[in-house]
């Protein structure tokens, strides 16, 4: 018995050794774009009500202020984050280490670099007037290259991997790596390389914001929970089989609620329709979820004191289901479109 422990750690060091250098070059350079994004919201907040800062200098006007803000936040801070994170997790869940790292850093700094030239692109004044697609379509090919060469690796490890079962955390990896590409190059196809017409630019432009937030950081976000809590807690998920139910029933209901994002706007009302119901969808998938990630918690107070990171990740675990909530509430309370009499 003692001798499986040891070499199941010594195992676990081998990873963490293998992943060390790549996870804290994303984790530095994620804290440097928290650093220059909170900097930025800050300006643009004080903007809001003292519109003469910066105002003698064009390049830092509140509306390229505040989309540089975003990008640096979402794209610098979050994605490098996410980044890190999830290639650590999926060399541990494959029991395998983390091969060529140094072309990893080298693929994270072309990330970086392609970040940072979306910023100058918006402070000059070359930025789109998107969501979240502020960035100007120079840097996008390096950012698609980049993300490529990380996916890659994600993949390597889960194909070399020394364990025969696939983990719930797998599959919300999983998902998050393949559907980003493909909001991403979609958004930016139908927006800029061959634009659709009319209104169908918003519900494009609201599906990738949505997807963004529902299908890349709230799966890499579950990922991390469904790793982290059993191990934590010392206890195996309420239900492993509902698990699976609640994946695909998450990822498909959250496809469809971007339409929400547009109730009251100048669309065909069935597009804000389907988004509510899938809103109202979604809720059963939350509630499995919690149940599977809060039963762990059941008689574990002691361990829940013990540990911050647990405290932590269970603060994120209901701030997910709050944001669910919020969500609900919120397309129940917006203004309906007028109509003339």
């Not at 950012?143 to 020394?162: D, E």
């Not at 209104?199 to 990738?208: I, L, R, T």
């Not at 389907?274 to 918690?297: D, K, M, S």
Request: with cysteine.
């Amino acid at each position: 018995m003692n001798s499986s422990a040891n070499n199941s750690r010594a195992e676990q060091q081998e990873i963490d050794a293998s992943a060390q250098w790549p996870v804290l070059a994303f984790f530095a350079q994620g804290l440097a774009w928290l650093l220059v994004g909170g900097a930025l919201q800050l300006a643009a907040s004080y903007q809001l009500h003292t519109p003469e800062f910066l105002a003698g200098c064009e390049w830092f006007t509140h509306g390229r202020v505040a989309a540089a803000a975003s990008t640096a936040l979402i794209y610098g801070w979050g994605f490098n984050a996410a980044f890190g994170v999830g290639l650590w997790l999926m060399s541990r869940l494959s029991a395998a280490a983390l091969r060529s790292g140094g072309w990893l850093i080298v693929a994270g700094k072309f990330w970086n670099i392609g970040v940072a030239l979306g910023l100058a692109g918006i402070f000059l004044g070359a930025a789109t007037s998107y969501e979240l697609l502020e960035m100007p379509r120079f840097v996008v090919h390096l950012l698609l290259g980049a993300y490529a060469l990380m996916g890659v690796w994600v993949i390597t490890t889960f194909s070399v991997r020394n364990t025969e079962h696939v983990y719930v955390s797998q599959w919300y990896l999983f998902a998050a790596v393949f559907l980003f590409p493909w909001l991403f190059l979609a958004a930016q196809v139908m927006l800029f390389v061959a634009p659709v017409r009319g209104v169908v630019q918003a519900v494009v432009h609201a599906w990738y914001v949505n997807g963004v937030y529902g299908l890349w950081f709230i799966p890499l976000g579950l990922a991390i929970a469904y790793y982290f809590v059993p191990k934590l807690t010392g206890r195996p998920l309420y239900n492993y089989y509902l698990a699976a139910v609640g994946f695909w029933w998450l990822l498909g209901c959250t496809a469809f609620t971007g339409g929400a994002r547009l109730l009251g706007g100048p669309v065909p009302a069935w597009v804000a329709s389907l988004g509510v119901v899938a809103q109202f969808a979604v809720v059963p998938a939350v509630v499995i979820v919690l149940a599977n990630l809060l039963g762990a918690f059941s008689g574990r107070s002691a361990v829940l004191q013990a540990s911050f990171a647990l405290r932590f990740i269970l603060l994120g675990v209901l701030g997910f289901a709050a944001w669910s909530m919020l969500n609900l509430v919120l397309s129940q309370s917006a203004p309906s479109p007028s109509r003339p009499s």
